[in-house]
């Protein structure tokens, strides 16, 4: 007669069944974990440049405004901007240009910003002090740069403007 052992069979498949739910349960809480990370990582970097978008055009509106005081300086300037009669204005640009070089910290600030610009026109800009190629932070090594154009009329001449913006 053959003996068969039954009861000692089903406990090992038993034990084998529970060691494949725990198995499978890490497994799937890795994955959980692997696409919460990617989904929400490409997120925050989305933010990050609407806000860089949303920055330039404020900042690039701003510029081409008359500011406040319509007659500002370094130490009552509110809003930067360089127009007066929807031209730019000389003077403006070299105090915009000054007060950059002196506090560019200060600009970034009175722009309401984090982020890093650079203003420029599709030619030199004529100072007192010489010709310049831009006003602010030129761009070294950027991460999402963002550039933003923008048409209006320096020395009576139709001129493109530039405001490029990094992090």
Aim: no cysteine.
């Amino acid at each position: 007669m053959i003996k068969m052992k039954i009861g000692k069979m089903g406990n090992r498949g038993q034990a084998w069944g529970i060691d494949l739910m725990a198995a499978f349960m890490i497994f799937m809480f890795g994955i959980l974990i692997f696409y919460f990370y990617t989904l929400n990582e490409p997120g925050e970097s989305n933010k990050n440049t609407e806000a860089m978008f949303y920055d330039g055009k404020i900042i690039a509106s701003s510029i081409l405004s008359e500011g406040y005081p319509a007659d500002w300086n370094s130490s009552n300037a509110v809003r930067i901007g360089i127009l007066s009669g929807n031209k730019i204005n000389e003077t403006k640009l070299e105090r915009f240009h000054d007060l950059a070089t002196e506090d560019y910290g200060k600009t970034k600030n009175l722009f309401n910003t984090r982020f890093n610009y650079y203003f420029y026109l599709d030619g030199n800009m004529t100072l007192s002090s010489g010709e310049i190629k831009g006003i602010g932070a030129e761009p070294t090594s950027t991460k999402n740069l963002i550039k933003t154009t923008r048409f209006t009329i320096y020395k009576n001449k139709p001129a493109t403007v530039y405001l490029n913006i990094w992090e």
